[in-house]
C-alpha cells in the first residue's frame, strides 16, 4: 500500500521517526515514501500518491505543526486515512480522532502502525476511511535498521560547529522511553516510568549508515542516555572501535550526571563532547514540584564534573512556571554567568515557558498556585492556558521571547543577547542597571554546539 509518512519537526534533525516506521513498513510489502516539512516544500503530488497518510510526532512543536499539515491533506483528499503516531499523539486526541486523523498511535508505534496499514490494504475495495482509533503500544522489542535512503540529505540538517568548522550530524537513539516521572514531562504520561532497549546491533549499524551518509557526530537523542548506563556504554565501547574519529553528545539528568560520575573519564575518552542537561530552574521549590531529583546545588555540581573531564555541559531551562518570581529569572542568569556558560546556552531557553499538555502529571498533585492561575485549554498551542501569580513575571516572559525571537532572526551574538535578556529583567524587577557584565574571555568560543538551536 502507498504510504506517505511526513515529519514536521525533530529538533533540527535528520528525522528518525521516519527513518525508522519506513523500514517497518517496507519489511511488511509497503512501498514508502518521506517528506519532511522543515527542510522539504509541502507537496500536494505525493498526497495524491498516497493512500494513507502517517505523521509523526515525537514532541510539542511538531503536534503543534502537524494539524495544520493533516488539515491540509483533509482538505485535499477527504477520504484519505490519516494518523498521528508518536510521543504526542494522546494529546488533544479528542480534537484531533475523527476531525483530523482516523487513527492515533502513541508509544512504540511501529507495530501498530504497521497493523494500521495491513488492515487498510486488506480492506482497500472497501469505501471511506476507516473507524477512528487511538492505541497506546509498550510492547514492542525488536527494531528495525532505519531506511535513511529515504530522508533528505545530512548537510540539510543541524551540524556540529567546532573548532571552526561544521560537521555533519547524524541522529540515534540507543532506548527509548524513561524510568523518572518529571511531572512536566510528556513521557510519563505515555510509558509511565517504562524503558525499552534498543538493540546494539541496530544501533551500530544506524550510526555505520549515517557515517557513510557523511556524519562525523552523532547525537544519542534518547530522553535520558544513563537510563541504562550499560547498554549505553556497550553502545559507546562499539562505535568507538568501529569509527574511532567519530564524536557524539546526548542528553542525561543532573541526578544521573552525578549518579554515574565513574562513567564519565570513558565517555570523555569516547568522544562525547558535550551533555544536555535539563537544569530547569535554580529554585529548588519549584525543582521538587517538578519532581526532576537534583537540587541547584546538585546541578553546579554536574556543571563542575562534566568540565572536569573536558566535556562542556549544555543546560536547558524552564524560566517561566507559575510559581516563578522575578528573583528566580536573575537568579538563573546569573548561574549561567557565574558558572561561564553563556556561551553554551541557546538564548531561546531564557524565553521557555511550562507547558501544560492534556494528562500532564502536574494535575495529579493538589497545588493551590497552580489552579488559581489557571485557565481554559488552547487547542492551539495544545496547553492550558496559566498566569504567574506576580504579573510581572508572565510581562517579562513576553518581552523575553520577544527579544529572543528578533536577536535570532538578526543572527545576533549569543553574548550580546545574554546581556540583554539580563538588561530586560533587571528592568522589568525594577533593579538599577548595572554596569556592563564581564563575560569571560572565550566563554563563547570553541565551544561544540549544533548550529540549530532547538526546544520541545
Not at 517496507?26 to 514508502?32: L, N, T, Y
Not at 498511535?105 to 482497500?124: K, N, Q
Not at 555541559?313 to 554567568?337: C, K, N, Q
Not at 515557558?353 to 497552580?370: C, N
Amino acid at each position: 500500500m502507498r504510504t506517505l509518512l511526513v515529519s514536521t519537526y525533530e529538533l533540527g534533525h535528520q528525522p528518525l521517526h521516519l527513518a525508522s516506521p519506513a523500514a517497518a513498513l517496507i519489511e511488511a510489502g509497503h512501498e514508502v515514501r518521506c517528506l519532511d516539512l522543515s527542510v522539504e516544500p509541502w507537496s500536494p503530488e505525493l498526497v495524491d500518491w498516497s493512500e494513507a497518510v502517517a505523521i509523526s510526532v515525537p514532541m510539542h512543536t511538531a503536534m503543534r505543526l502537524a494539524l495544520p499539515a493533516a488539515r491540509a491533506v483533509r482538505r485535499r483528499r477527504p477520504e484519505l486515512p490519516i494518523c498521528l503516531y508518536g510521543l504526542y499523539a494522546p494529546v488533544s486526541r479528542d480534537l484531533t480522532v475523527g476531525a483530523v486523523a482516523d487513527r492515533v498511535i502513541a508509544g512504540e508505534y511501529e507495530p501498530a502502525l504497521t497493523g494500521w496499514v495491513d488492515a487498510l490494504a486488506a480492506r482497500a475495495e472497501q469505501s471511506g476511511p476507516p473507524a477512528a482509533r487511538f492505541e497506546l503500544r509498550l510492547d514492542r522489542t525488536s527494531f528495525s535498521l532505519p531506511a535513511r535512503h529515504l530522508l533528505p540529505p545530512l548537510e540539510r540538517y543541524a551540524h556540529l560547529a567546532l573548532d571552526g568548522e561544521e560537521r555533519a550530524v547524524g541522529y540515534v537513539e540507543a532506548t527509548h522511553g524513561c524510568r523518572h516521572r518529571c511531572r512536566h514531562c510528556p513521557l510519563p504520561a505515555v510509558y509511565d516510568g517504562a524503558l525499552r532497549v534498543v538493540g546494539g546491533d541496530t544501533v551500530l549499524g544506524d550510526v555505520e549508515q549515517l557515517v557513510d551518509l557523511g556524519a562525523r557526530h552523532v547525537t544519542f537523542g534518547d530522553p535520558d542516555f544513563l537510563n541504562g548506563p550499560t547498554h549505553s556504554l556497550r553502545v559507546v565501547r562499539a562505535v568507538r572501535e568501529r569509527f574511532p574519529e567519530l564524536t557524539f553528545d546526548c542528553t542525561v539528568k543532573v541526578e544521573h550526571v552525578l549518579r554515574h560520575a565513574e562513567l564519565w573519564p570513558e565517555l570523555a575518552a569516547s568522544g562525547c563532547l558535550f551533555v544536555v542537561t535539563a537544569i530547569e530552574s535554580l529554585n529548588d521549590d519549584i525543582l521538587a514540584r517538578l519532581d526532576k531529583g537534583h537540587t541547584a546545588a546538585e546541578a553546579a555540581a554536574a556543571v563542575e564534573l562534566l568540565r572536569e573531564h573536558g566535556i562542556e555541559p549544555r543546560p536547558t531551562f524552564l524560566p517561566f512556571t507559575p510559581w516563578t518570581t522575578l528573583a528566580d529569572v536573575l537568579e538563573l542568569l546569573d548561574f549561567v554567568a557565574r558558572h561561564d556558560l553563556v556561551g553554551n546556552v541557546d538564548p531561546v531557553q531564557y524565553s521557555l515557558r511550562l507547558l501544560l499538555p492534556e494528562g500532564s502529571l502536574l494535575f495529579d498533585r493538589p497545588d493551590a498556585t497552580l489552579r488559581e492561575g489557571l485557565g481554559d485549554y488552547d487547542a492551539e498551542r495544545l496547553t492550558y492556558a496559566w498566569r504567574a501569580a506576580d504579573p510581572m513575571v508572565d510581562l517579562l516572559q513576553a518581552r523575553l521571547v520577544a527579544l529572543t525571537e528578533q536577536a535570532a532572526a538578526a543572527g545576533e551574538p549569543g553574548t550580546e543577547t545574554f546581556v540583554r535578556v539580563r538588561a530586560a529583567a533587571l528592568e522589568v524587577a525594577g533593579i538599577e542597571p548595572e554596569p556592563a557584565l564581564a563575560i569571560p574571555q572565550g566563554s563563547t568560543e570553541g565551544r561544540p554546539r549544533l548550529t540549530e538551536p532547538w526546544f520541545c
